[in-house]
Structures are given as structure tokens and as C-alpha cells.
């Protein structure tokens, strides 16, 4: 039943842009999976859901094409595995380091895949929520950047 229940929960985020726990509640009773918002709410921590633009994605449909990350995986536990392309997880792999995400024990980076080692299955959930966060962020970041540097400052002192 939760399986049922969880599949079809990614089945709609993956067909409908669903922004709220109440809509992905109203969603599953049409598709006769009747559930509480405490239920929706655990699934979507299980499932390791991540809003992006508003909506509920799944970690892997909210990462950006052409971004450095390309697939995120899981392997047990305690490892997950991080995709780049050719030449770009080194780079990737000291992003994640950088980052001080406290749930990561640390990174093994080869040419292209990451294994990014943590501390039990709780953690796993959330350091992906993260690296999806920490990978989607850089473009966001410099839309902010360029808007900055065309605005001009009012309080620029003249220099006559």
C-alpha cells in the first residue's frame, strides 16, 4: 500500500507541477490512494522530494540540464552516487566539500562519478536534498549577480 501509495506519488509529480501537500493529497484520492497530509508528509521525506521552482520534483528531475551534476543515485545506505560529465568530478566532488554539509563524511571523486560516503539512510535523504539544492543554486546566484552590477548605486561618491 505505501509502496502503491509512494510510486504514484512520483508518477504525479512527474506528469503535473504540484507546489502543496494538500493538492499531492487531492492528486493520490483521484487516483483512489486516499491519504492523510501526515502520510503525504512522510513520503515526501522518504522519497527525498525537493521543491524546485515551487514544485515538488524528484531529486533527480530537479537537478538543471547541463548542470555539473547529471544523475543522483543511490547505493545501500551510506553512499550516494553523484554523475558528472567526463572530467567534471573532481570540480563537482570539492563543490560538495566546500559546501560543509554536515550529513557528508567525505567524497571519493574519479572522472566522472562521485562517491559521496554518509552517515546512515536519514542522512543520505537529506545530503541529497542538498547536493540537489547546492548543484540548482549557481544559476539563481548569478541572476542576482547580473542584476547587481547593472543596477547602478546612488550612493557611489563622485571623484572630481
Not at 503535473?16 to 497530509?37: D, F, M, N, V
Not at 512522510?42 to 530537479?62: C, F, H, N, S, W
Amino acid at each position: 500500500m505505501k509502496r502503491g501509495r509512494q510510486q504514484k506519488i512520483l508518477d504525479i509529480i512527474s506528469a503535473k507541477r504540484i507546489a502543496t501537500q494538500h493538492q499531492l493529497s487531492a492528486e493520490l484520492a483521484r487516483h483512489g490512494h486516499a491519504a492523510t497530509q501526515s502520510s503525504v508528509s512522510r513520503d515526501i521525506v522518504e522519497l527525498g522530494l525537493t521543491k524546485a521552482d515551487g514544485y515538488y520534483a524528484a531529486p533527480r528531475a530537479a537537478l538543471p540540464v547541463g548542470g555539473m551534476i547529471s544523475d543522483l543515485d543511490t547505493a545501500g545506505d551510506n553512499l550516494i552516487v553523484v554523475r558528472t560529465d567526463v572530467g567534471q568530478a573532481q570540480p563537482a566532488a570539492i563543490a560538495i566539500d566546500n559546501a560543509g554539509i554536515n550529513e557528508i563524511v567525505g567524497t571519493v571523486a574519479g572522472d566522472d562519478t562521485i562517491l559521496v560516503a554518509v552517515k546512515n539512510s536519514a542522512a543520505q535523504r537529506l545530503a541529497i536534498r542538498k547536493l540537489v539544492k547546492l548543484f540548482t543554486r549557481p544559476a539563481a546566484r548569478a541572476r542576482r549577480t547580473t542584476q547587481r552590477k547593472v543596477r547602478p548605486s546612488a550612493h557611489v561618491p563622485s571623484h572630481k
